[in-house]
């Protein structure tokens, strides 16, 4: 069996295990090293058995506790390209990061790299094939669903995606107008309307478990981003815990893990 855990998810930051019996990888690590640490004992998984960290983007919420890691583990960071250049010129790690220009195979994975869309330098979304064959697809932290990152979670076991704010909180909200228009942009962060819409294609392609990440704690509620999703997909005709699971990861999981 394959695990699964949205350590941390969320504006504050985000980090994602994904493992085996045997060994692990997290994609972003974007609280402190020592948070990362006690979240993963908790689920009696040891740090040491981390293959290696792969990054989406240069911002803070994704790469605070890389440094740290990266020195008491000696963990390899993989991102893109234009990552790699953000982390480095953050001093955020202190070995260079290695670019992905094809796919990184590690133990019982192997991890391909897709172009997201975010004011970033080169942001990307992560496809995880595991030994077995199962698929595991992250995609945070991204204005559109283009037609590359659709391809990319199509057939996958198990999606990790974006729903980030409800348009109408944002837009009554108190953030400030250029802020507004940054999130709503294609550059952005994806709305629980944005990210409904293409979880019917997802399940009809052999998607069966649904996380809904990098909610806003401003500008979106968990039970508004679960009723959303839900409500586009029995529309669809989908029943949910037939056709599909659907779970919200919350900005600290304090869930073990979950077997898929």
């Known amino acids: 069996?394959?695990?699964?855990?949205?350590?941390?998810?969320?504006?504050?930051?985000?980090?994602?295990?994904?493992?085996?019996?045997?060994?692990?990888?997290?994609?972003?690590?974007?609280?402190?090293?020592?948070?990362?640490?006690?979240?993963?004992?908790?689920?009696?998984?040891?740090?040491?058995?981390?293959?290696a960290v792969f990054v989406t983007h240069e911002?803070?919420?994704?790469?605070t506790g890389l440094r740290v890691l990266q020195k008491r583990y000696h963990m390899p960071?993989?991102?893109?390209?234009?990552?790699?250049?953000?982390?480095?010129?953050?001093?955020?790690?202190?070995s260079c990061c290695t670019a992905m220009t094809d796919i990184v195979e590690l133990d019982e994975f192997a991890v391909t790299a897709f172009p997201t869309s975010h004011d970033s330098r080169e942001s990307t979304g992560f496809r995880i094939t595991l030994r077995d064959g199962r698929n595991v697809g992250v995609a945070t932290d991204l204005g559109i669903i283009?037609?590359?990152?659709?391809e990319q979670l199509r057939g996958c076991d198990l999606v990790h995606i974006e729903s980030n704010h409800d348009v109408r909180m944002l837009e009554n909200g108190p953030y400030p107008y250029v802020l507004k228009r940054r999130?709503?942009?294609?550059?952005?962060?994806?709305?629980?309307?944005?990210?409904?819409?293409?979880?019917?294609?997802?399940?009809r392609h052999g998607t069966t478990r649904v996380f809904l990440g990098h909610l806003s704690r401003e500008n979106n509620m968990p039970t508004l981003?679960?009723?959303?999703?839900?409500?586009?997909l029995q529309t669809c005709g989908m029943t949910r815990n037939i056709d599909y699971l659907l779970q919200v990861?919350?900005?600290?999981?304090?869930?073990?893990?979950?077997?898929?």
């Open 1 to 51: 069996m394959a695990r699964f855990c949205p350590l941390f998810s969320g504006s504050s930051g985000n980090c994602l295990y994904i493992g085996t019996s045997t060994a692990g990888i997290l994609i972003d690590a974007g609280v402190s090293a020592r948070r990362i640490e006690q979240a993963l004992c908790t689920r009696d998984i040891d740090p040491a058995t981390i293959r």
């Open 59 to 63: 911002h803070t919420d994704h790469i």
């Open 77 to 94: 960071i993989y991102a893109s390209v234009g990552t790699c250049e953000g982390i480095e010129e953050a001093a955020a790690c202190d």
């Open 146 to 150: 283009t037609p590359t990152v659709r």
């Open 183 to 203: 999130i709503l942009s294609a550059t952005g962060h994806l709305s629980n309307e944005a990210c409904a819409k293409e979880l019917p294609e997802l399940i």
């Open 225 to 232: 981003a679960d009723a959303t999703a839900d409500a586009t």
């Open 249 to 260: 990861a919350p900005p600290e999981n304090d869930k073990p893990y979950i077997l898929f």
